[in-house]
């Protein structure tokens, strides 16, 4: 078996909720009437709920998203992503941890707000006003099984694992195509991890070099992606191990330290250019 594929697994991550919105075809033939259009020409789509709790749902799956995201790298398929091993444990603890909360804020939109937000829909001056229809709004127990957020994990394929009896040939043919796909998988991650970390280092050049306001949360930012490279480095490459090494060294550094001391930003910055040009070698 690849060592690659004994290295990290296939992790997703599906979330799905209510929307809100809903077309409204007699308003769409409303506006297309009124404007002299074909009814085809465009449609309009209304939002039926307005509710900080179903905001808070949404922007908490887009935080969730954005930590997988930044814990995995990309597989050949639009669904899965890559999970290595090493960061296995981290990637179940905050995932487990932000699935809670956002899921949390789904079941407080649908007992709290879901009945009350259909209110202000009714009644409240910026609401729906004529468009308002009751039958556009599912029952609580409907809507509540429109909330969730599914986890799944499978091992990454590889051709020793083909067990479909046809001929030799085919069989060989069809081993070959797979461990071509697992070796263009496998350079894609790298490709994507070494794009992260260069984007970072150039992000964090251009501030110090430029004269940018020094934002706290892009120097923590910073420093958790070169804490997880080693564990990232799916490829258990020795350039990336070493690169990191010398990241955490010269550029995981105090905001403070490097706002308060010219000659120091001016230094790390030309350290950040310096590892930029390296690393251009390997991109």
Request: aromatic share 8%; charged share 30%; proline share 3%.
């Amino acid at each position: 078996m690849s060592e690659f594929a004994n290295r990290a697994m296939l992790a997703k991550v599906i979330c799905h909720g209510y929307g809100g919105e809903k077309t409204d075809r007699e308003v769409s033939n409303e506006v297309a009437d009124m404007k002299g259009a074909g009814r085809k020409a465009g449609r309009y789509r209304k939002k039926l709920i307005s509710s900080p709790y179903l905001d808070r749902f949404w922007t908490g799956v887009s935080e969730l998203r954005t930590l997988h995201n930044g814990l995995t790298a990309p597989w050949l398929d639009g669904g899965h992503r890559l999970l290595p091993a090493l960061l296995f444990w981290d990637w179940r603890d905050q995932i487990s941890g932000q699935r809670r909360e956002v899921l949390g804020f789904a079941q407080e939109f649908v007992s709290k707000d879901y009945l009350p937000a259909i209110e202000r829909a009714r009644v409240n001056a910026d609401g729906l006003g004529q468009m308002f229809n009751e039958k556009d709004y599912p029952s609580q127990a409907a809507l509540e099984g429109k909330f969730g957020i599914d986890i799944s994990f499978s091992p990454i394929p590889v051709a020793a694992d083909w067990r479909v009896k046809l001929t030799d040939d085919i069989e060989r043919e069809i081993q070959a195509d797979l461990t071509e796909r697992l070796k263009a998988a496998e350079e894609l991650a790298m490709k994507d991890i070494w794009n992260r970390v260069y984007k970072a280092v150039s992000e964090m050049e251009d501030r110090l070099a430029n004269g940018k306001r020094l934002v706290d949360t892009s120097f923590v930012k910073f420093e958790e992606l070169i804490d997880i490279l080693p564990k990232l480095n799916i490829s258990n490459d020795p350039t990336l191990n070493k690169l990191a090494a010398e990241l955490k060294l010269k550029l995981c550094i105090d905001r403070d330290d490097v706002k308060e001391d010219e000659s120091l930003r001016d230094q790390k910055a030309a350290e950040a250019k310096a590892i930029m040009a390296k690393m251009s070698a390997y991109m």
